[in-house]
């Protein structure tokens, strides 16, 4: 039985050898070096752990014989500490146990009182369910609606405004070739300092005097005398449109939400359509509200208190991207993942023909005197059309195109690419303004500014 020259205590493992011929703990002389700097505590001697010489020895210590009084009372001291400690040791195991069990209770109780309420909850909806009209009566209910057409009082509705635009068709045209920017002030556009942060934007449209941006986070309105937001709303749309009075929205959940914006933002109606909603367009006559969903319907609504369904048209088979309202109010064109363009003829409730077919159509517009069409396909390629004779005019390899619009006049068109934004006239498609605006995704064209979306917010472009 070995004893460490240091502490006294029985070395049952770990002895080593001192150079100076010690025997002690490695354990205790380790201890030593840290407090002495690496030196051997009988010589002070400079020692390394590598000239320690390790010493085997039994596992099996037999206890100590006392060989006088105090030697046992040092003993049993000895015992006793040994004895309190490893009680102190097992008391504080139990306790650390018996917190991890009380914790495991508490989890369970949890868990079974959500069970309890999740199953209280599927019980209730099993029983509404069986509360519900058979799917067969749903269905045909469906199938009525999508059949409906248009009442006389609100086709009158839409004739009385055709005929009062198309009377002053002229006194406009004349009007907007009055405020219209020259080919000089086209060449001088560029970025205004002006913006309008809006992460990811998904849709705009303009007014007289205000601006509409959507994501599919918030809906805000620009007011375009102020330079600056005046309103904002929580929102998740993809499309928007704009009248004097009313903000109407449409969301990829089938979602319309029409809001008024006289003093702030007012939501006042809302209506699903249980479908994706590609575009939503307010007719000029500020009653009616133009929805086209994914699923190749067109829905129109009365836009008061209970937004009821007043006209549905549809397209057997087809799947729709986008759609445009004449700027007359009764020819209604949208756009398919065919690359086919239907027009819908309002006034006579039928389907006037189809134009194109190919890459998908990811923009459509009418230009403002009502003559041309410009459709923006998936490959990068622009196509115009003559909507008097349904004849192409022409196109225009653009890749990466995301969106056409015309300006006021009608004769010069604008488009969106990745590079930026470039401007051609309408039969001259050869002359070509581009303003460097990477990555737009929409535009809109304002009287005052050209608005453009980028996946950073929004920006206006603008004679400088």
């Known amino acids: 039985m070995l004893t460490c020259e240091l502490s006294g205590e029985v070395i049952v493992e770990g002895g080593v050898v001192t150079p100076s011929g010690h025997v002690c703990s490695r354990r205790i002389l ?14 002070q001697a ?9 010493l085997k020895t039994s596992t099996n210590v037999p206890p100590r014989t006392a060989a006088s009084f105090p030697s046992i009372l040092k003993h049993l001291q000895e015992e006793y500490d040994a004895v309190l400690l490893e009680l102190i040791d097992t008391r504080a195991a139990l306790q650390e146990t018996r917190q991890e069990l009380s914790t495991a209770l508490y989890q369970n109780d949890a868990a079974i009182r959500v069970i309890a309420r999740l199953s209280a909850e599927r019980d209730a909806a099993r029983n509404t369910q069986m509360e519900q009209p058979p799917p067969e009566k749903k269905r045909k209910v469906a199938a009525a609606i999508e059949s409906q057409n248009l009442s006389e009082k609100d086709l009158q509705e839409m004739q009385d405004v055709w005929e009062s635009l198309k009377s002053t068709r002229k006194a406009r ?27 990811s934007p998904t849709s705009l449209a303009v007014s007289a005097s205000s601006i509409v941006g959507c994501s599919h986070k918030q809906l805000l309105l620009y007011d375009a005398q102020q330079h600056k937001v005046i309103a904002s709303v929580d929102a998740s749309l993809s499309t928007v449109d704009i009248d004097s009075k009313h903000i109407a ?30 575009h939503v367009q307010l ?11 994914q699923d190749g319907v067109i829905r129109i609504f009365r836009i008061e208190e209970s ?12 799947t729709l991207t986008t759609g445009a309202l004449h700027p007359d109010g009764l020819i209604y064109i949208v756009g398919t993942t065919t690359g086919t363009l239907a027009i819908w003829d309002l006034k006579n409730q039928v389907l ?18 009502g003559y041309h069409i410009a459709a923006a396909h998936e490959n990068g390629v622009i196509v115009i059309w003559d909507l008097r004779k349904q004849k192409e005019v022409t196109r225009l390899e653009t890749p990466g195109v995301s969106s056409v619009c015309f300006d006021a006049t009608g ?3 604008v488009y969106g690419k990745k590079e930026g934004v470039s401007i051609t006239a309408v039969k001259q498609w050869d002359k070509k303004v581009t303003i460097p605006c990477p990555g737009v995704e929409r535009i809109v064209w304002s009287e005052d500014w050209l608005v453009v979306s980028t996946p950073s917010g929004v920006q206006f472009v603008a004679p400088s």
Do not use: C, R
Not at 251 to 278: F, M, N, P, R
């Open 283 to 293: 007719h000029p006559n500020q009653t009616h509200v133009i929805v086209t969903t």
């Open 249 to 278: 929205g449409g969301s990829d959940s089938g979602l319309l939400s029409i809001w008024l914006y006289q003093e702030g933002i007012k939501l006042a109606h809302s209506v699903s359509v249980d479908q994706a909603i590609v």
């Open 411 to 413: 004769k010069f068109l």
């Open 46 to 54: 400079p020692l390394s752990e590598d000239d320690l010489i390790e």
């Open 173 to 199: 045209q004349k009007e907007a070739s009055d405020k219209a920017w020259s080919p000089e002030q086209h060449a001088a556009l560029q970025v205004s300092q002006q913006s309008m942060t809006l992460e």
């Open 30 to 43: 380790l201890q030593k070096f840290q407090e002495n700097g690496g030196l051997d505590p009988f010589t």
């Open 307 to 318: 937004v009821p369904l007043v006209g549905v048209y549809k397209n057997e088979g087809a």
């Open 352 to 369: 006037a023909g189809t134009m194109g077919g190919g890459s998908p159509v990811v923009d459509v517009v009418f230009s403002n005197n």
